[in-house]
């Protein structure tokens, strides 16, 4: 007589968890089957034009060695890609890491104000400035084939503002460590690289990839600043231009390869620090 | 020599919160001085200033004769032991200790040699030997205090300042840093200026005690005279534990005889306290007498010198009770009775509502002004 509530509710359980999981299942499929047709795109060799079935009837590596073929300026993107995400992530990281010290740590006049007036700004989207960021970028020589350069001054111009989870993260860390430290003797720069730095890893980490990802990924200034001149382009926007309506039937296949090698890069830094990308956003909200 | 001068010290935060007024100290070279008080009373605040985490709104911070107010913390040639022991989580032990050393350059500077040395004497000093090799989160609290006390040993600090360093740790684990800290202080003999809102550790530890409250100096003193002597009710009701039973009463002269009359008894001041009223040629007057627990007494029976009570609660703390009683008007006061002289039969009368007649001596009685509540006898402007 006991045990009978007890099987109704393991049976309760079982069935919602079945239903829990074909749920799941279904959502899972819907999320990853574009990236699954895309990579059996990228190896099919029997045409490059758009077709209406998944499974390529012919497989072969034609696509990608046509991206590194000399006619193709796929390489010239992806380096271009590369030098701006690369570039960007180091200054960035470097920005907001003593914007998000300074303002977790010192105190001075209108602190609370610029922390106030930023976060209003970043509340309107980036490229509303784009037109008049374009003008300054054209009168300092940075648009079309410089479009790099221009690019990374961009990015990196208003990086600063990017520094919430940066100073959670800080804001966890005991001041008596600075205090401890600047009683020992520690420079105010000591104790930012030899203390806070070791102990702020994580969100260093989280910072570095969130700052690769923004320009790897980003379209619509890189197009902007590139204006039309495909050897400022970076992938994303080389790639939108395989896509227009008199190109498509040529590069339909090449984009697609295209996509994966551009995913690339990005899922091995993932699958490397996911560890400490989780602790970096997680750890900003609960304790350092 | 490292004496520590605070001339007219004052903080005020966001340029109206004042929490220290005016501190004035002299600390000799070598002296242990304790700062103690409540929450926000501004000991912390004033060692702080001292160390260089605070800036000094007015007034004037002198290490050895030296004006520090302007010196980076690190200029200033102190230690200093924090409540939750600030030790760097990424560093081993050792390098923890080792860090103010490797920080120090020009002619300070230090080899690997040197260093392991100084960080091995410390650790030899703390009995920490064993977790040199240790981060700090293996440690337990009070291994991780002394691995904070190390870290500032190894300098040759002029002051060493140590702000709460015992309260984050169990009361069994504080007795016994408590002791460790007064051999300590023997073996590195330096100035030691020591924060606690403990005044156990302050009475136990201070050569002198500095007395808080609101941000000024209440009393500067040795243990001895702070509890004996102290200036104000303040004091005399914040040293001593359980605090001192203090009550409205007449101090009656009569020539040159004095009395008190609490709660309808009528208790003469005999003794040196007496001579001392008769000497200031205090006046008949309305007082706050303070009587110490331990210091009063359980008649054996009425007379016209024993107060009568009713016990509230009896707290038996093992060697000794805590008999909090009430008066006939209903104020409470606290009994301390050695357990060891009674009897059973005497025990068994002690209990929640039996009556109990108390009494106390001349030579116990403080007496306090109950418009300014400084200490008659022994208030400073009063000599």
């Not at chain 1, 993107?77 to 907001?96: D, E, K, P, R, S």
């Not at chain 2, 926000?40 to 985490?53: E, F, I, N, Q």
């Not at chain 2, 609290?141 to 984050?168: H, T, W, Y």
């Not at chain 2, 009568?308 to 707290?315: H, W």
């Amino acid at each position: 007589m006991a045990k009978k509530p007890s099987m109704g509710l393991k049976a309760s359980r079982a069935i919602g968890n079945t239903l829990g999981h074909i749920l799941l299942v279904i959502i899972s499929v819907v999320w990853i089957l574009p990236f699954i047709f895309i990579v059996l795109q990228s190896f099919r060799v029997e045409n490059t034009a758009q077709v209406s079935y998944i499974i390529p009837q012919k497989w072969g590596f034609d696509n990608y060695i046509y991206l590194f073929s000399a006619d193709c300026n796929f390489i010239q993107w992806y380096f271009n890609t590369f030098i701006v995400a690369l570039v960007v992530a180091v200054l960035q990281t470097v920005m907001v890491l003593m914007m998000a010290y300074t303002l977790s740590r010192f105190r001075f006049k209108s602190r609370k104000t610029l922390m106030n007036i930023m976060l209003i700004l970043g509340m309107f989207p980036g490229f509303l400035t784009m037109v008049v960021l374009y003008q300054v970028l054209k009168m300092m020589n940075l648009t079309q084939t410089n479009a790099i350069g221009g690019l990374i001054l961009v990015y990196v111009a208003s990086s600063g503002m990017g520094y919430y989870v940066c100073k959670g993260f800080f804001d966890t860390i005991p001041k008596s460590l600075d205090e401890a430290a600047r009683v020992d003797g520690a420079t105010r720069f000591q104790i930012f690289y030899k203390i806070i730095m070791p102990l702020a890893k994580p969100i260093i980490i989280y910072t570095v990839l969130t700052a690769f990802m923004g320009p790897w990924g980003d379209f619509i200034f890189a197009r902007y600043i590139a204006f039309g001149e495909p050897s400022g382009y970076n992938v994303a926007v080389g790639l939108w231009s395989w896509l227009s309506q008199d190109q498509i039937a040529k590069h339909y296949t090449h984009f697609c390869s295209g996509g994966v090698l551009v995913a690339i890069p990005v899922i091995t830094l993932f699958m490397f620090l996911q560890k400490y990308y989780v602790e970096g956003v997680t750890g900003g909200a609960v304790k350092g | 020599m490292a004496t520590v001068k605070l001339t007219n010290v004052k903080k005020i935060y966001d340029g109206n919160v004042v929490a220290v007024h005016e501190f004035n100290l002299d600390i000799a070279d070598k002296e242990f001085v304790v700062f103690v008080g409540p929450s926000g009373c501004g000991k912390s605040t004033t060692l702080r200033m001292v160390a260089g985490l605070e800036d000094i709104s007015e007034g004037t911070v002198e290490i050895d004769g030296v004006v520090v107010n302007d010196l980076q913390p690190r200029d200033r040639g102190v230690s200093m032991v924090f409540q939750n022991y600030a030790l760097y989580p990424h560093l081993t032990v050792y390098e923890n200790m080792a860090f103010p050393l490797r920080l120090l350059k020009g002619d300070k500077k230090m080899s690997n040699d040197e260093i392991y040395e100084r960080v091995t004497w410390a650790a030899k000093v703390l009995g920490i030997t064993q977790y040199l090799t240790r981060k700090p989160k293996a440690l337990s609290g009070g291994q991780r205090q002394r691995v904070a006390i190390g870290r500032a040993m190894v300098r040759d600090s002029k002051v060493f300042l140590m702000d709460e360093p015992l309260s984050n740790l169990d009361a069994k684990l504080r007795n016994q840093m408590r002791a460790e800290i007064i051999l300590l202080r023997k073996k590195i003999n330096t100035t030691f200026i020591y924060v606690t809102h403990d005044q156990t550790e302050a009475m136990t530890l201070g050569d002198r005690i500095v007395i808080m409250k609101d941000g000024f100096i209440m009393q500067v003193g040795t243990p001895t005279e702070v509890f004996d002597k102290p200036d104000n009710l303040f004091v005399a009701e914040f040293i001593g534990a359980p605090k001192m039973n203090t009550f409205k009463c007449n101090l009656v002269k009569d020539g040159d005889k004095y009395s008190v009359t609490p709660f309808g008894a009528t208790i003469p001041v005999d003794g040196e306290k007496g001579e001392l009223l008769a000497k200031k040629g205090i006046p008949s007057q309305e007082i706050i007498l303070g009587v110490r627990p331990e210091h009063v007494a359980i008649a054996k029976q009425a007379g016209p010198g024993t107060i009568k009570t009713t016990i509230l609660v009896n707290e038996m703390m093992g060697f000794e009770y805590h008999l909090h009683v009430l008066t006939e008007d209903e104020t409470e006061l606290i009994v301390r009775i050695p357990t060891l002289n009674l009897t059973e039969a005497e025990r068994a009368e002690l209990v929640t509502g039996k009556p109990l007649y108390i009494t106390f001596e001349g030579k116990a009685m403080h007496f306090f002004d109950v418009n300014n509540e400084t200490n008659l006898l022994y208030h400073k402007d009063a000599e």
